[in-house]
């Protein structure tokens, strides 16, 4: 506790009490302070042992000045008397060179309450700057300066959740259409890759016989999902039960195997390809129905 302070409450406990007139004290510890500086506070009271008192509280206005914070002590009492006493810490933001305090102090009787004022006591606020020049320099920084955009994580978050949700309701309810295009897509475009090499394979002359039906079997063997390319033509007559295909087959092995070289090899690899579109049609049409 301030010395200044614990000599004042020595004193006061120490007056003999005689039904004296009941006047509250206070007083600032400094007699100057600065802007923001913390202010001690005192104040006490004397008064007849049977009423009670009650001190301003944070909610009181201390204007000019701020309250931080306050140390209440411990009542002292003798037969007669009851003494009171806080320290209040103010802080001040005013620049009024003298400024005043006066605090209530509430005597409550049995019906009813009595307010005191202590005497205004006032304090002197240090200037730290005196005076003002006329005019003041002003830095200017015109330079563009890039201030990063803070990423807003909570409406990423939520977005992305919406997303979410969209995409899985759209694959529920559309998710069979989805599937199917997606598949029709793909086979289109490697439908069109073959014909293409096909068509390519047929305008050479000679048509190179065994590349041009390995380019088919392969194309079939992907489309149908069937072993083609490990199958001899006779097994594939047997597989594709076409009549058309016999002797288109028989054609092209006699060409490969035998010694018919100048067998017009063409119009049977035409075939073989008129074959193959079947099959791919066939195939998208059971796509669309399935």
């Known amino acids: 506790m301030d010395k200044r302070l614990l000599l004042i409450l020595l004193w006061i406990v120490s007056l003999p009490s005689f039904g004296q007139e009941i006047i509250p004290q206070s007083y600032f510890h400094k007699d100057s302070v600065k802007i923001g500086e913390a202010l001690p506070y005192s104040l006490w009271i004397r008064y007849p ?3 009670d008192v009650a001190f301003p509280d944070s909610l009181f206005d201390f204007s000019p000045f701020e309250l931080e914070k306050r140390d209440y002590f411990t009542t002292k009492s003798d037969s007669l008397e009851s003494l009171d006493s806080v320290v209040y810490y ?3 933001f005013e620049i009024d060179t003298v400024q005043f305090l006066t605090l209530p102090v509430y005597i409550i009787n049995e019906y009813d309450s009595t307010i005191l ?3 205004k006591d006032s304090i002197i606020l240090n200037q730290v700057v005196t005076t003002l020049p006329d005019s003041v320099a002003v830095l200017v920084n015109t ?3 890039k201030v990063p ?11 992305l959740i919406v997303l979410l949700v969209v995409i899985l309701v759209i694959f529920l309810v559309f998710g069979k259409r989805i599937r199917q295009t997606i ?5 289109t475009k490697k439908h069109k890759k073959y014909l293409t090499s096909f068509n390519n ?3 050479d002359q000679p048509i190179e016989v065994e590349s041009t039906l390995s380019l088919w079997k392969k ?3 992907k489309l149908l999902s069937q072993p083609y390319t490990k199958l001899t033509s006779k097994e594939i007559i047997e597989l594709t039960n076409s009549v058309e295909l016999t002797d288109q087959l028989k054609t092209i092995d006699r060409y490969i195997y035998g010694d018919s070289k100048n067998t017009d090899t063409k119009s049977a690899f035409e075939l073989l390809l008129n074959f193959s579109v079947e099959q791919f049609n066939e195939r998208i049409k059971k796509i669309k129905n399935g």
């Open 49 to 51: 042992k049977s009423n």
């Open 183 to 187: 598949k029709i897509y793909w086979l």
């Open 149 to 159: 955009l803070a990423f807003n994580y909570p409406y990423f978050t939520a977005g």
């Open 143 to 145: 330079d563009f300066q």
């Open 90 to 92: 103010f802080t001040t």
């Open 219 to 221: 194309y079939l063997e």
């Open 117 to 119: 004022y202590t005497a």
């Open 201 to 203: 394979a047929l305008e």
